[in-house]
């Protein structure tokens, strides 16, 4: 009765307070909070998402994406297609209109020439662009006329809305970049902190990792939007602290990936002064095998190399084994709850790509243990599983987290009621993740027999994704243990059907053959073994009307809607 | 004492040259990348060239000596620019972040406002609650003012400040409502209200900081008085038919002070390297924070410069303590 009342309340809300103060800066202040706070409002010389999503209250792209995922105009008239002739028909090109009458901030047009502008911004090879990604495949960016550019691919793009789609693509003003383009780029101070942007809001104070000031865009396209005259955007302290400067003190009207323990997330809730909102992207925590022999006996530049082959991970049976012992669902309810959802997939969204197995949610303990024996393992005298008296031994690695923690205790708890002696690891993450060659303990050089991290793909195309599992993608010594192929998964039907798919332009034609990778990396082979399906959580305020969490782009991306419910 | 201060001053030089390599190779050699604050989904090539934009890459003397040649020739050059309005360091390469490829020193002087008003007046409030407590306490050992203080002390330096700082949130912001949880940097006093806006706002991290620098402070002041108590001076004043007042005040305190003052100097430096914790539980986002937010980046021009300022600072506090404590005391003599 209680929540229908709420909901009822909230939709009214929702349907009728937005006519009522439909008027730019009539709802005063907003104020945002970020538990790690934002370094730059250009999202080209960052890829933090904190500087990604507050950058894009200021720059916006040409195109963004809704919270369904769909591709929505934000600074052209219409999406291109190869119906209205926006997409040539041998998907080699693709002409976006620029809304007529369109203005910066400070009120000068905003032209095609921007948006060439941005593209050698970002490609110019001394800049260290970070969002370099979203303009690979590009062979020439065009100004048609004033209002019209033209992308042209060096081959067929089936997915063309990455250039100038989404928070991470944005266009700089060419007048205010001019001087910056390469090598310059990062002495742009003044530029980076205080862009001329097209969005709702611009900025007006940029405290470096603490706080930036925006007011309201006078020259916003929508004459009635932001509702809020001035936003503020504070930074610092953990995400327990965000939640509770919304969901207890009131201070803050929206904080940022508020990702706590459920327990804390139901407890807060009582506080009555807010709400978690979630959203699902496609965020994955998973458990990667090593297909490769780790083992330290092996002389340094062989361990974890395709040369040697993992002693027992290799059997399919061990790997569908581990994945079964594992109760997915306990593992969501003490590490996420509602942020959470277990999950088969590594592809779990959006929906055309996603497969519908859910083989592996149901723990099937027995079964597991008569996969091991079948294998030829059985159990010896201390309950460790042996075969050809060597014992079944893991070591299990992962970043240090709280939850990651909790992980890998239940998850080692399962493993030795099955008979599998389980060593656990934990490293910092700014070890783990660095990436850096000359460290054992990365997750790319993966000296352990399996570990956990989560890991996503930018924008709604899992194409560039599926194909880090290449079998010339495997980190090796050969190429300074670079590449996400961590498992060292090699398998020339995969690396043929990945060919396919970049082939393929029929949107249907592409998920059948995404969910099929998809499958024969987890359901057919478990050599990742998906375990949560991760969503966003973010808190905020009962006054604060307008909030759809989206992950399919920046999280702010429609402040220009926020109203203040009064 | 001038020649001494002189010889002492040229003998940093060294020390603090010595500092600043240790500093570099200990940050450098620290486990941790920039590049695991780049998300996953950035493909290795991109990676590649973010860290080749970062100068990250370049052999560690390079990065030494340019570091060497940014904090002593161009950061001083910037410095007399902004004062004088010439242009000397036009075109050099500062020190920059690479969180925010911004220039360092300018996100210092921009930090430098709220951890001095912050952890300066907790130090100061420190200071005044600390030197009557430890004076009386140690006047009346043993009483039950004595054991109060005592007690209160043992709390506030054992209890760590994220437990304090999260409990006084817990009552003042979450229950009660009277102090905000979070520092508002912005906030300009400007009139009465702003003015009483900011004092609430300092109320907790001051509180928990105070009480942590009083306890402290406060043994040593304790312990000072009585280790003078009982010396035969005070036995004679007292025989002269002196006053409590004056034996106490004049007499026992000043001989006290003397070992206190050089405590209370040496802890100024700390001042500047912020509370780190207190001021991520306030998110006063001061110096603390900032140098703990570039150590989790790898943000290593960042980690280099400040902590390299923080051991100038120590060095300097120590020769002004030393040379303090000849003044306070004039049988000590360097020369």
Sequence with gaps: MKLKTALLGAAATLAFAPAAFAERGADGNVKVLYSQAVSIMNAYLSSGTKDVEVGSLVLEPLAGFDQDGNVIPRLVTEIPSVENGGISEDLTTITWKITPGLVWSDGTPFTSADAVFSYQYCTDPAGGCAQAARYEGIEKVEAIDELTVKITWTAPKPNPFTAFVGGTSPILQAAQFANCLGAAAPTCTEQNFKPIGTGPFMVTDFKVNDVVELAANPNYRDPAKPAFATMTVKGGGDAAGAARAVMETGEFDYAWNTQINPELQVQMEKGGKGQFVSAFGTLVERIEMNLTNPSPDLPEGERSTAAHPHPFLSDLRVRKALSMAIDRALLVEVGYGNAGQPTCNLVPAPATFASPNTDCIAQDMDGAKALLDEAGWTVGANGIREKDGKPLKILYQTSVNAVRQDFQALIKGWWNELGVDVELKSIDGGVYFGGDPGSPDTFQKFYADVEMYANNFDGTDPEPYLAQYLCDKAPSPANGWQGENVNRFCDPAYDALVAELAATRDMDKRGEIAIRLNEMLTKDSYVIVPLVHRGRLSAHSTTLGGVVLNTWDSELWNASDWFRIK | ?335
Excluded: C
Aim: aromatic share 12%; charged share 15%; hydrophobic share 55%.
């Design chain 2, 1 to 335: 004492m001038l020649t001494f201060t002189i010889r002492r001053l040229l003998l940093a030089i060294p020390t603090l040259l010595f500092i600043s390599l240790v500093i570099f190779l200990l940050v450098d050699f620290a486990p941790g990348s920039p590049m695991s604050q780049i998300p996953l989904t950035v493909p290795p090539e991109v990676r590649l060239k973010i860290i080749e934009a970062m100068g990250a890459n370049e052999p560690i003397f390079v990065r030494y000596l340019l570091w060497l040649k940014q904090f002593f020739y161009v950061e001083p050059l910037v410095l007399i620019d902004s004062i004088f309005g010439s242009s000397y360091s036009q075109g050099m390469q500062r020190i920059v972040s690479w969180q925010s490829r911004s220039p360092v020193m300018d996100i210092i002087v921009e930090r430098m406002p709220q951890t001095l008003t912050v952890v300066g007046s907790a130090y100061v409030i420190g200071v005044i609650i600390a030197v009557p407590i430890g004076i009386y306490s140690a006047y009346r050992q043993y009483s039950w003012f004595d054991q109060l203080g005592t007690f209160i002390a043992m709390i506030g330096f054992s209890v760590p400040t994220f437990f304090t700082g999260v409990v006084l949130i817990l009552v003042f912001s979450v229950n009660l409502g009277w102090f905000p949880s979070i520092y508002n940097t912005s906030l300009k006093v400007t009139d009465w209200d702003s003015f009483m806006l900011q004092v609430k706002q300092m109320a907790m991290p001051v509180a928990v900081l105070a009480l942590y620098n009083a306890s402290q402070i406060s043994r040593y002041m304790r312990s000072s008085m009585l280790d003078n108590l009982a010396q035969d001076y005070v036995r004679t004043a007292r025989a002269k038919g002196m006053s409590e007042r004056v034996v106490v005040l004049k007499h026992v305190l000043r001989n006290s002070l003397i070992p206190v003052v050089t405590v209370i100097a040496l802890g100024i430096p700390t001042i500047f390297g912020g509370a780190i914790i207190t001021e991520q539980v306030f998110k006063v986002n001061g110096l603390g924070a900032l140098l703990i937010n570039a150590i989790q980046g790898s943000d290593l021009p960042m980690v280099q410069t400040l902590t390299f300022i923080f051991a100038v600072l120590i060095v300097m506090f120590n020769l002004i303590a030393d040379v303090l404590y000849g003044m306070l005391d004039p049988r000590i003599r360097y020369d």
